[in-house]
């Protein structure tokens, strides 16, 4: 199991999240945040802190946004599981569903 980023991030990445985040899996694509599912831990810190309302857990990620949970497990089928966004930095790409949105406000 693990925590999820939906729409509200998109185009906006607060990364309030990112400094919460004691495992440092909350990595950042061009136009959004992902939490790696292998490395996150659930401990739940990053979700209070969101100013957006953008994380929550896979299983109650509302409806409309459920196509997250894959952007979010998918854009690391490339990336692989580096063992920290911190070294890593900005990864210029983004998952197809977060590509296909006009740009958020």
Same mark, same amino acid.
């Given at each position: 199991?693990?925590? #999820? #980023? +939906?729409? *509200? =991030?998109?185009?906006l990445k607060d990364k309030a999240c990112i400094d919460e985040c *004691?495992?440092? =899996?909350?990595?950042?694509?061009? &136009?959004?945040?992902?939490?790696?599912?292998?490395? =996150?831990?659930?401990?739940? +810190?990053?979700?209070?802190? =969101? *100013?957006? %309302?953008?994380? @929550? @857990?896979?299983?109650?990620?509302?409806?409309?946004?459920?196509?997250?949970? &894959? !952007?979010?497990? %998918?854009?690391?089928?490339?990336? /692989?599981?580096? /063992?920290? !966004? +911190?070294?890593?930095?900005?990864?210029?790409?983004?998952?197809?569903?977060?590509? /296909?949105?006009? *740009?958020? &406000?």
């Open positions: 199991m693990t925590y #999820i #980023i +939906a729409l *509200p =991030c998109v185009d *004691p495992v440092d =899996c909350i990595y950042e694509g061009e &136009r959004s945040l992902y939490i790696h599912p292998d490395e =996150c831990v659930d401990c739940g +810190a990053c979700e209070p802190v =969101c *100013p957006v %309302e953008a994380i @929550y @857990y896979e299983d109650d990620v509302p409806e409309q946004w459920s196509e997250y949970y &894959r !952007a979010n497990v %998918e854009f690391f089928d490339e990336v /692989g599981s580096p /063992g920290g !966004a +911190a070294k890593v930095g900005l990864i210029e790409k983004d998952h197809e569903v977060i590509q /296909g949105l006009p *740009p958020q &406000r």
